[in-house]
């Protein structure tokens, strides 16, 4: 199956996860949450801000112009580290994340 394709559907997961916890429909940080260099903006916004505003609007922009795909994807290590105390009620998110970072693992 084409890479995109499969991106998108996880992307879709992602969001159908974070619309499940109630934290897709909340408000954009300010410009200045997204000028961080540290990765996961982790000092400016809350990790699934990052994934709404930062990752997934960037893998849609990727997607809607078929640009060259990331090759390493590796995010499932820091959401683990994130929910670490709430596994269980994240882990549909985190399943979904694992399957994004599965979907760049392959060649």
Known sequence: ???YILVAQR???IRSELEKLG???VERPGEEAF???IPFNMNTMEFH???RFVMIETFN???ENRAPLPQNVKIFPYA?????NRISEYKG???AIYNLDLVFAQR
């Open 1 to 3: 199956m084409d890479k």
């Open 11 to 13: 992307l879709e997961e």
């Open 23 to 25: 934290l897709w429909d």
């Open 35 to 37: 000028t961080s260099d």
């Open 49 to 51: 801000e990052w994934l």
């Open 61 to 63: 922009t990727v997607l």
């Open 80 to 84: 683990t580290e994130v929910y670490r």
């Open 93 to 95: 998110l985190l399943k």
